[in-house]
């Protein structure tokens, strides 16, 4: 078969590594690729978010089947248009796909169903926004309504954060439109946790769970970033959390999305946490998470293919795949600044003196090729994975890993996985 997978980040290069292992690939492409995927798919120089120009491409070249990762595609309806086109591609289409696309649909959706969540309130004038925050309490959860890079979520300490934060989001436009509506939560605290979904809306299939830290710097120190590394499986979330979690949230969510004649099909994420009063939904994504791809995938025991096969056919029930009973870690190396300015094209160097450690995969997220250079091109640059027979020792072997590379003004969190709730 001849596969596009859609994105150019650190997912999209473990997606690929992933079907690179299915005997059914025979031809892989990647619009627009990294530096990394270049040595195992075919890149293609198509942004993707130019969705027209992606649907051109498959039709020309005849995909058999389009793995559509990215938020921003999947909002704008990049498998809708696929599907008009005749094209099998596997991702949620545009009007499920909002349910990452809007939070203000994702909260209505929660509360109209029962799902927990935190309480919010939505609101579209600053002048009300403000008013409501003088009157609340802090720290205040202020989230910009759309796609905003995962950093459109403010946890103001004050009010004056508070404030400062509703001038950047709704009227100097810091997230573009993305901004104009913002929803103001109560803030929970616990520990968080990922759960990546298998599903074709008749069928809900969790993957193994995994911890993100989003924060720049140790400690949940510093600005939220798209995540800084990541670990699988979570160290709290047992049977028990699982099987909650299946009833509270994972399946009424699918059946949610049903009643409301947006059944969704492909990967649904869920952010969890886990409060004093159970685990509640923190945020929904309509796909893979990055880095959680990174530390997920690698513990599939089955073929990825098959499984987006089943999926777009509603045959998920069917599919035969586990998970293996082992660590895996992702310590991302980004570029010093990140999330805010950086600088890029910076030589990389040492990749392949990690990956000779054994147990090792460094994921490209922001990089390119420039002749036989790996040069930095993004805020986030490299997952160093490594996949171990505990997470103990999958920490010691990334960390190992990341000691191997170097690139000018290299930044990684050196505490992903450590804490021990
Ligand atoms: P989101 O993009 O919605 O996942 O939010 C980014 C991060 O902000 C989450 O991973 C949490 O760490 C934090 N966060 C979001 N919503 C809340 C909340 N209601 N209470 C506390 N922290 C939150
Ligand atoms: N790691 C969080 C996300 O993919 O949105």
Not at 50 to 63: H, P
Not at 355 to 378: P, S
């Amino acid at each position: 078969m001849k596969v596009l997978v859609v994105g150019g980040g650190g997912r999209e290069h473990t997606i690929c590594w992933k079907l690179r292992q299915s005997p059914k690939v025979d031809k892989l492409y990647c619009a627009p690729g990294n530096g990394g995927i270049a040595a195992i798919a075919e890149c293609v120089p198509i942004k993707a978010t130019d969705i027209e120009a992606i649907a051109d491409f498959a039709e020309k070249e005849k995909i058999d089947l389009t793995v559509v990762a990215p938020d921003d595609p999947l909002v704008m309806g990049l498998v809708d248009l696929l599907e008009s086109r005749g094209l099998r591609a596997f991702g949620p289409r545009a009007n499920a796909a909002i349910i990452e696309g809007s939070k203000v649909f994702s909260k209505e959706l929660m509360k109209k169903y029962g799902i927990p969540t935190a309480g919010y309130e939505v609101f579209d004038d600053p002048a009300k926004a403000i008013e409501h925050l003088r009157n609340g309490s802090f720290p205040a959860v202020i989230k910009a309504e759309g796609l905003a890079l995962g950093k459109g979520v403010i946890i103001a300490q004050s009010f004056d954060e508070a404030e400062a934060a509703i001038h950047e989001m709704m009227e100097n436009n810091k997230f573009g439109d993305a901004g104009k509506r913002v929803v103001i939560e109560e803030f929970l605290s616990g520990p968080e946790i990922s759960v990546l979904a298998f599903t074709d809306g008749k069928t809900m299939r969790p993957m193994v769970s995994a911890q993100d830290h989003k924060r720049a710097y140790d400690n949940d120190q510093g600005l939220n970033t798209g995540g800084m590394g990541t670990f699988s499986p979570s160290r709290i979330y047992d049977e028990k959390m699982a099987e909650e979690c299946m009833n509270n949230i994972f399946l009424p969510t699918m059946n949610a999305m049903n009643a409301e004649g947006r059944t969704f099909k492909g990967v649904l994420y869920f952010g969890l946490m886990s409060t004093k009063d159970g685990v509640k939904v923190i945020e929904y994504n309509c796909r893979f998470g990055d880095p959680e791809t990174q530390v997920v995938l690698p513990r599939l025991e089955g073929d990825l293919l098959e499984i987006f096969e089943a999926i777009i056919d509603e045959r998920l029930a069917e599919v035969d795949f586990g998970w293996s009973n082992t660590g895996c870690v992702c310590v991302v190396a980004a570029s010093g600044g990140y999330p805010e300015k950086y600088e890029s094209g910076k030589e990389i160097t040492g990749i392949a003196d990690a990956e000779a450690l054994g147990d090792v995969t460094v994921f490209h997220a922001g990089t390119k090729l420039d002749g036989d250079k790996i040069l930095t091109a993004g805020g986030r640059v490299l997952g160093i994975t490594a996949l171990a027979p505990t997470l103990d020792e999958a920490i010691a072997r990334a960390y190992e890993g990341v000691k191997k590379v170097h690139f000018d003004k290299m930044h990684y969190r050196k505490d992903i996985g450590i804490k021990k709730y």
